[in-house]
């Protein structure tokens, strides 16, 4: 984990934020109720040991939502049930959000755009993840790796995602 956060921030010089999602959330909860001598040394664990505090990127420990201008970034687990049937991740997180939003929880790219009646234009995204494809708790999905990246276009709150998959190493 250090070794990718010292390659993110060399290769990424403006702000970068960790949050956390529902895997850590249920790795705490199911090692504390299995084995509790275990739970203990985690509850010890900070993101300082695997350099965040050094290499200046912050850490979002909570379900609160990042707003960055227009755009609010979630994890999209805030979501709650009802969203784990999807077709596009992106008009899921519309419909729900009724905002400009960008999450990865579902680990699939996708963008959804609409006009509103007022010429308001909505856009969200749903990018792709870092991690095994074909995990043992879900060997069979549709999942992508990917991720994006934003660019505040004005000090208004504009803003532009660049969202991009990864096939077999390769940005496409």
């Not at 984990?1 to 290769?11: E, G, I, P, S, Y």
């Not at 350099?51 to 379900?63: F, H, K, P, W």
């Not at 596009?88 to 959804?112: E, I, V, Y």
């Not at 006009?115 to 074909?134: E, M, P």
Request: aromatic share 8%; with cysteine.
């Amino acid at each position: 984990t250090h070794q990718f956060l010292v390659a993110l921030r060399k290769n990424f010089t403006g702000r970068i934020l960790y949050k956390e999602g529902n895997h850590e959330e249920r790795f705490a909860v199911r090692v504390h109720g299995v084995l509790p001598e275990v739970g203990d040394l985690l509850d010890g664990f900070t993101y300082s040991q695997i350099g965040c505090d050094d290499l200046g990127i912050e850490v979002i420990r909570d379900r609160r939502r990042i707003d960055m201008g227009y755009l609010s970034v979630i994890h999209g687990h805030e979501l709650g049930r009802g969203t784990s049937n999807l077709v596009n991740a992106a008009r899921t997180l519309q419909l729900r959000a009724k905002d400009c939003a960008l999450t990865g929880h579902w680990h699939q790219p996708a963008q959804h755009r609409v006009r509103t009646l007022r010429q308001r234009h909505i856009g969200t995204w749903s990018i792709g993840c870092a991690c095994i494809l074909t995990p043992h708790y879900r060997p069979i999905n549709d999942w992508e790796h990917g991720f994006a990246i934003f660019t505040r276009t004005d000090s208004d709150g504009g803003f532009v995602i660049a969202n991009k998959t990864v096939i077999n190493g390769e940005v496409v």
